[in-house]
């Protein structure tokens, strides 16, 4: 941990243990992976090329990585650096190709998996680019806060420009600048960017009004530098903060217990998007509801029809039942917005349609769709997952897979589907195909792909 004020260091020390079967301490120099945090190292550097006249914030992509897939729009250097490419998250494929999150990857490894990428979705803000790690320590970050200050390299007009708002396609700006976020906290401004990484965690946040600067650097999921962050400020910054809002106690409407045949009525899928879709279940005579990619969640009654959630700010509120006995429409009140749901019919294939095996040439790896102990399971290189009908052609599977759309031929055939989490990487296809047995003469297996004359040796 490391305290910083108007360029002299008021504290500076490790606590806990690096090495603990070694019995090795934290100091002050100890290395971490500090994971996003590094992105505005990234951004500086872009800057000085900027600077230097070696490139523009607005060549595209292609010019300098031509081997990069043409997506039929420029993606900018501009785009890459506010994440607003469109293209997916390198670090989410990996896993899904069967990487560890804590295998030791290169920016090379990363930047290889998005070169075979096939599919943008352009100025989305839901993608990234190759996430560069930075090995550093706290007294290292002391010096990259010391040039925030003195533009010793770079100069103070490159710092100001990096510390620009970004701007979408649309003109609309948002808070998101190359590599930093500049947010307030308690009325104070702050330049700052969360990391996480492979268990471990970091912060480095900047008040530049009152030239203050906190890193919090851990090599444990259970610490928040967040949090840990805004203590510390709370107190060698109380005179300048705001006063801290007065927490108001969270009131929940009383609750109802409706019938089991009412609460039958309004269980089933919900397709939210084409990509993220709620089911709802009856379990011991509650309302349980899970939305792609996140945990059950139970519902309580508050009203006719109505529920909430105590885990999270979201309310949840259902149509009448129609002829049909249930129904069709509930609407998802959260964060400010009224998102409908449609009921999503079940799917009108029996299982055994999607049975089989399925090759990602984005991804280069192999995944099996099968029934075991009476459950459909997706396996996948880290194991098997699940797979929960979503209606229709929709099917959930748990960790990092997320939703997959099962895409049909005119015969009724599968032909493969697309996987997406529904956050940071989206639309990945798998093709379906039929593994043949070893030649006698190559002795390879070869994976033919459905309806293509092609062939991938294993």
Not at 100 to 125: K, S
Not at 194 to 213: K, N
Not at 332 to 359: F, K, M, T, V, W
Request: proline letters at 5%; aromatic letters at 8%; charged letters at 25%.
């Amino acid at each position: 941990m490391e305290i910083i004020h108007d360029g002299k260091v008021l504290l500076r020390k490790g606590y806990g243990m690096a090495d603990i079967e070694r019995g090795v301490p934290i100091t002050s120099r100890t290395v971490f992976d500090i994971g996003s945090t590094s992105k505005q190292f990234t951004a500086f550097a872009i800057h000085l090329l900027v600077q230097d006249g070696k490139l523009s914030l607005d060549d595209g992509m292609r010019k300098h990585l031509p081997e990069m897939h043409d997506f039929g729009k420029t993606i900018t250097i501009r785009h890459l650096l506010q994440h607003t490419s469109g293209l997916r998250d390198s670090s989410n494929l990996m896993v899904l190709a069967g990487w560890r999150i804590d295998d030791v990857t290169t920016p090379d490894d990363q930047l290889d998996m998005l070169m075979h990428q096939r599919d943008a979705e352009l100025c989305a803000g839901v993608g990234g680019f190759v996430q560069q790690r930075v090995l550093t320590t706290i007294e290292d970050l002391a010096l990259w806060d010391r040039n925030f200050d003195d533009g010793r390299v770079g100069g103070k007009a490159l710092l100001e420009r990096m510390q620009a708002k970004g701007l979408l396609d649309s003109g609309e700006a948002f808070n998101y600048v190359p590599g930093l976020y500049v947010e307030t906290y308690r009325g104070a401004k702050i330049v700052s960017h969360l990391g996480s990484v492979a268990g471990y965690a970091s912060q480095m946040a900047r008040f530049p009004d009152q030239r203050f600067t906190i890193v919090v650097l851990a090599n444990s999921p259970d610490i928040s530098p967040t949090a840990t962050m805004r203590k510390i400020a709370d107190i060698y910054l109380a005179h300048a903060l705001a006063p801290k809002p007065v927490p108001v106690a969270k009131h929940y409407p009383a609750e109802v217990k409706p019938g089991q045949a009412r609460l039958d009525a309004l269980a089933g899928y919900y397709a939210l998007s084409p990509e993220f879709v709620a089911n709802f279940t009856v379990e011991d005579g509650r309302l349980m509801g899970q939305a792609t990619g996140q945990g059950k969640l139970q519902l309580f009654v508050s009203g006719d029809r109505e529920f909430f959630s105590k885990a999270v700010d979201a309310q949840f509120s259902f149509e009448a039942p129609g002829k049909d006995g249930v129904a069709a429409r509930f609407v998802l009140h959260q964060n400010g917005r009224d998102q409908p749901g449609l009921r999503a019919p079940r799917p009108s294939l029996p299982d055994a349609a999607i049975e089989g095996h399925y090759y990602s040439e984005e991804l280069r790896v192999l995944y099996r769709v099968e029934h075991k102990d009476g459950k459909l399971m997706l396996a996948y290189p880290r194991g098997k997952l699940p797979l929960d009908s979503a209606g229709g052609n929709t099917f959930i599977a748990g960790g990092p897979v997320g939703l997959l759309i099962f895409e049909y031929a005119p015969d009724a055939n599968c032909t493969g589907f697309k996987a997406s989490d529904g956050r940071r990487m989206r639309a990945v296809r798998f093709t379906k195909v039929a593994i043949v047995a070893p030649g006698p003469e190559s002795g390879q297996a070869w994976l033919m792909m459905i309806r293509k004359d092609v062939k991938i040796s294993r």
